[in-house]
Nanobody
Framework: VQLQASGGGLVQAGGSLRLSCAAS????????MAWFRQAPGKEYEFVGA????????AYADSVKGRFTISRDNARNTVTLQMNSLKPEDTAVYYC?????????????????WGQGTQVTVSS
């Protein structure tokens, strides 16, 4: 599966952004999907993941209550709605896919990665 992330940009603290990840290829609905991020000079950080059908999600504590992951298997897309953004959310955001079923939070568990999209939150 090939992944293409989009929707990044510059936003003021407290604002919102919506990232999208479009998948090509078959069997999108058979992959657990996730978002990771990498801030300058830092390691990759798990943001959240969503199950095959979208019924289960997992989030990093740092974004819980502010970010929401959803997916549309008919359109082969996964989205990350980001609200109440903070300057510390500034990073390059990546979507990723893995085989079922666990909502893994480790970068090494994911087999497919999209290119990143930059999110910058100004204070």
């Amino acid at each position: 599966v090939q992944l293409q992330a989009s929707g990044g940009g510059l936003v003021q603290a407290g604002g919102s952004l919506r990232l999208s990840c479009a998948a090509s290829g078959r069997m999108f609905s058979t992959y657990v999907m996730a978002w990771f991020r990498q801030a300058p000079g830092k390691e990759y950080e798990f943001v959240g993941a969503i199950s095959l059908g979208g019924g289960s999600t997992a989030y990093a504590d740092s974004v819980k209550g502010r970010f929401t992951i959803s997916r549309d298997n008919a359109r082969n897309t996964v989205t990350l709605q980001m609200n109440s953004l903070k300057p510390e959310d500034t990073a390059v955001y990546y979507c990723a896919a893995k085989k079922p079923y666990s909502l893994g939070s480790s970068r090494g568990e994911y087999d497919y990665w999209g290119q990143g999209t930059q999110v910058t939150v100004s204070s």
